[in-house]
């Protein structure tokens, strides 16, 4: 079944090239032209996911995306003519779960598209399903019905990103995963999809787990290789 895609965008011919393609697969698109609207479009309709341009008239994406990732979990794709490094550390820590720099080829968009929408299915599941271990790593709980993460007694607030990363390394602990295989088991088989994300994702959740982000001992990186989750007593 297709999902219900917002799409923020005020280029109308770059507006229409999505719309064509997300309807070619299935999904029901709404366009709108400016940031104060999909906030709004998104608070009245609650759309499986946004694709939301960064240089948008009065509130841009950056301001957008933050509004919203304080209200719910609503998977975003970032979409932006901006490419340098800064820009998109600053998307991802605002909430976006994943970014792309025009110009973009339908084909990629789409992968990306199908990435989100799987790792929401994922983590969609009701709590009749039966029940789903809770993945405990020392006081770090990651909860996949509740869509939770904790650490003792306090809610860390994740993204779909940081959650699906989070879940595959509390799922095995001190196991050494590649990017690569991080990319496969978070994201699918979409090969469009590089190893960037992935490490913005490990930063923005040490920021959040970590005693001291800068000497992590939770989510230790690996050299070489990739990373591992271990006990909160790791080498960094």
Do not use: W
């Amino acid at each position: 079944m297709g999902a219900r895609i917002l799409v923020c965008e005020d280029d109308v011919k770059h507006a229409e090239l999505v719309r064509r393609y997300l309807e070619r697969e299935g999904h029901t698109t709404v366009i709108v032209r400016d940031g104060r609207t999909a906030i709004d479009e998104v608070r009245r309709h609650q759309p499986d996911l946004l694709i939301l341009d960064l240089m948008m008239p009065g509130i841009d994406g950056l301001e957008v995306c933050r509004i919203l990732r304080a209200e719910r979990d609503l998977p975003i794709l970032m979409v932006t003519a901006r490419s340098t490094e800064s820009d998109l550390v600053l998307g991802l820590d605002l909430g976006a779960d994943d970014y792309l720099t025009k110009p973009c080829s339908p084909r990629e968009l789409m992968a990306r598209v199908r990435a989100l929408l799987r790792r929401a299915q994922r983590t969609g599941i009701p709590d009749d399903l039966g029940p789903v271990d809770k993945l405990r790593v020392d006081d770090l709980v990651v909860d996949p019905i509740r869509h939770q993460v904790s650490v003792g007694a306090i809610l860390v607030e994740c993204t779909a990103g940081e959650f699906a990363l989070l879940e595959v390394l509390a799922g095995q602990p001190d196991r050494v995963f590649t990017r690569q295989q991080l990319l496969q088991l978070t994201q699918g088989q979409d090969r469009y999809i590089t190893g960037r994300t992935i490490d913005f994702h490990v930063s923005n959740l040490r920021k959040k787990l970590e005693v001291d982000p800068r000497r992590p001992s939770r989510i230790v990186t690996v050299f070489g290789v990739g990373y591992k989750l271990t006990g909160g007593s790791g080498d960094s």
